[in-house]
C-alpha cells in the first residue's frame, strides 16, 4: 500500500468511528461503544501482513480490525443498530461482533480474553498445516491478566504461529499504565517467555507494518509468537460518555497535532493535499451510504431470539 492507499484506510475507519458516535448521540446505537479514534495506523499497518486465511481476534476497540479485514461497513452499522445484519443478525452489536467469512474471530468485552481465542486458533494453524498467522489485538491493561500470561506462555512452548499486538495508548481504562506495571515498555516481557518483543510507533503505519511483516514471517515459519508493542494515543474517551477528568489538560489536544491522519497531512505537499481532500470526501460519501443501506435493515422478529442458544 502506498501514501494514499493508507490514508484512505485509516480515514475509512476515523469516519466509521465518527459516525458511530453521532449515531449514538442520537439514540440510534443501543449500548456502549469504544472507539479506536487516533489508533487507526496499527490495525492498517498491521493489515499489510496478512493474507486470506489469517486469523484476527481484537478487543471492544476492534471496528478498525474488522474493517481492514473487509467486514462489511453496511453490515456494521446495521450490527451496532441492533438490526438484522448479514453481519450477526444484531445480536452482538459493538463488543461482540465477529464475521469467520473474513477471518475476523471478533471483539470480546472480557480484558485479554481474545488472546486465549487466537492461540486456539493458531494451534490450528499449526495442526492442520494451513500456513496461517493469528493475530491478536490487545490493549496495555490487558497484559496484566492471567488468561494473556497463560496464552502466551502456551504458545512460546509449542511455537505456534501468534502475533500478540499491544496497543498501548497509555490508559488501562481509566489508568495509566505506567501507574500499573513497573517495567518501562510492556514488549519487556516477552523475554520471559523466550520469544521477541518490539516497540514500535504505533501511529505510524509503515512502522507497524514492518514489525508485524517481520513478526508475522517468523510465525509462518513454524519458529514461534511474537509481542509488538505499538504505542499510540486514543482521541476520545475509554467509553462512549467518558468525560475523561483523568487526563491533564492539554493531552488530549497534544495527542491531535500527532496522530496518524494529520501526521500524513502535515508532509503533504499541495498535490497531495488536493488528493487527500478527494479521499476524504470520497470516504465521506461512503459511509453516509452505508448508514443509509444500514437504516433499511430491519430489526431482528422477537420470535427468533432462542436462536443460537440453544441446540
Known amino acids: 500500500m502506498g501514501l494514499p492507499d493508507d490514508y484512505r484506510a485509516m480515514a475509512r475507519i476515523r469516519r466509521f468511528e465518527e459516525r458511530l458516535a453521532a449515531l449514538k448521540d442520537d439514540g440510534e446505537i443501543p449500548g456502549s461503544i469504544h472507539l479506536c479514534n487516533g489508533q487507526e495506523a496499527i490495525p492498517?499497518?498491521?493489515?499489510?501482513?496478512?493474507?486470506?486465511?489469517?486469523?484476527?481476534?481484537?478487543?471492544?476497540?476492534?471496528?478498525?480490525?474488522?474493517?481492514?479485514?473487509?467486514?462489511?461497513?453496511?453490515?456494521?452499522?446495521?450490527?451496532?443498530?441492533?438490526?438484522?445484519?448479514?453481519?450477526?443478525?444484531?445480536?452482538?452489536?459493538?463488543?461482540?461482533?465477529?464475521?469467520?467469512?473474513?477471518?475476523?474471530?471478533?471483539?470480546?468485552?472480557?480484558?485479554?480474553?481474545?488472546?486465549?481465542?487466537?492461540?486456539?486458533?493458531?494451534?490450528?494453524?499449526q495442526r492442520t498445516g494451513s500456513g496461517a498467522v493469528s493475530v491478536v489485538s490487545i490493549g496495555d491493561g490487558?497484559?496484566?491478566?492471567?488468561?494473556?500470561?497463560?496464552?502466551?506462555?502456551?504458545?512460546?512452548?509449542?511455537?505456534?504461529?501468534?502475533?500478540?499486538?499491544?496497543?498501548?495508548?497509555?490508559?488501562?481504562?481509566?489508568?495509566?499504565?505506567?501507574?500499573?506495571?513497573?517495567?518501562?515498555?510492556?514488549?519487556?516481557?516477552?523475554?520471559?517467555?523466550?520469544?521477541?518483543?518490539?516497540?514500535?510507533?504505533?501511529?505510524?503505519?509503515?512502522?507497524?507494518?514492518?514489525?508485524?511483516?517481520?513478526?508475522?514471517?517468523?510465525?509462518r515459519e513454524g519458529t514461534g509468537p511474537s509481542?509488538?508493542?505499538?504505542?499510540?494515543?486514543?482521541?476520545v474517551g475509554h467509553y462512549s460518555g467518558d468525560v475523561q477528568h483523568y487526563r491533564p489538560a492539554g493531552e488530549i489536544a497534544a495527542a491531535r497535532e500527532r496522530e496518524p491522519l494529520v501526521r500524513i497531512r502535515a508532509a503533504a505537499d499541495a498535490e497531495l493535499t488536493a488528493r487527500l481532500d478527494a479521499i476524504d470526501a470520497e470516504v465521506a460519501a461512503e459511509v453516509e451510504a452505508a448508514v443509509a443501506a444500514a437504516r433499511e435493515v430491519p430489526f431482528p422478529d422477537p420470535a427468533t431470539v432462542k436462536e443460537y442458544v440453544y441446540v
Do not use: K
Open 142 to 219: 490487558a497484559m496484566n491478566q492471567g488468561n494473556v500470561h497463560e496464552a502466551i506462555n502456551l504458545a512460546a512452548v509449542l511455537d505456534l504461529p501468534l502475533v500478540l499486538v499491544v496497543e498501548n495508548n497509555v490508559y488501562s481504562e481509566m489508568s495509566r499504565i505506567e501507574d500499573m506495571v513497573r517495567i518501562r515498555q510492556l514488549a519487556e516481557r516477552a523475554a520471559g517467555y523466550g520469544i521477541p518483543g518490539r516497540v514500535v510507533d504505533g501511529n505510524d503505519p509503515d512502522a507497524v507494518a514492518q514489525a508485524v511483516t517481520e513478526a508475522v514471517t517468523r510465525a
Open 227 to 235: 509481542i509488538v508493542e505499538a504505542m499510540t494515543e486514543r482521541l
Open 44 to 125: 492498517v499497518g498491521a493489515a499489510r501482513a496478512l493474507r486470506d486465511g489469517d486469523h484476527v481476534t481484537a478487543t471492544y476497540r476492534g471496528h478498525g480490525w474488522a474493517l481492514t479485514r473487509g467486514v462489511d461497513m453496511t453490515g456494521l452499522f446495521a450490527e451496532m443498530m441492533g438490526r438484522d445484519s448479514a453481519v450477526n443478525g444484531g445480536r452482538a452489536a459493538s463488543p461482540y461482533l465477529s464475521d469467520p467469512g473474513r477471518w475476523f474471530m471478533g471483539e470480546n468485552s472480557i480484558v485479554g480474553a481474545g488472546v486465549p481465542i487466537a492461540t486456539g486458533a493458531a494451534l490450528t494453524a
